[in-house]
């Protein structure tokens, strides 16, 4: 049986040390090591970062952040209804030149990608904008 807890918060720069609170312990809760915890926040403090100043701007709503683990793989969804997002229109961030030269942003995505194994976007009508990560870790000992 797969453990699930859910944080359903405003979307406010101010709630990101709650988010990161709240995947921790559920990280924690699920036996990741501190380096898989350390990465699965990183990657959840991006996409929260990223779904509170563009999907709602200075739009008041709420940011709902799932995290589940199946005894294989720990998964977070983080679901909005601020402006739909689409990831393929980001360009692959250039890493060879001068860091003067480069194009500022769209590393967010990027370092999702590279923090984790697997990275989904869905939009919804109805829905609203869903992510869902994944990061692969495998069954572990029961925690006595």
């Known amino acids: 049986m797969p453990h699930r807890c859910e ?3 405003d979307s406010d720069l101010n709630n990101l040390e709650k988010i ?46 799932a995290c589940e683990y199946d005894g294989e793989c720990f998964r977070v969804t983080i679901q909005d209804h601020g402006k739909p997002f689409d990831p393929d229109s980001i360009p692959e961030p250039d890493l060879s030149s001068p860091i003067n030269e480069r194009r500022v942003g769209g590393l967010g995505v990027f370092f999702m990608r590279k923090l984790m194994d697997e990275i989904h976007f869905e939009l919804d009508d109805a829905e609203g904008n869903r992510l869902t990560m994944v990061k692969k870790v495998g069954p572990r000992a029961e925690v006595q």
């Open 7 to 9: 944080l359903k918060i």
């Open 20 to 65: 990161a609170n709240f995947v921790i312990e559920a990280a924690e809760q699920a036996g990741l090591s501190d380096h898989e915890t350390f990465e699965v926040q990183m990657a959840v403090d991006e996409a929260c970062t990223n779904v509170i100043q563009y999907a709602y701007g200075e739009e008041a709503g709420d940011v709902g952040i």
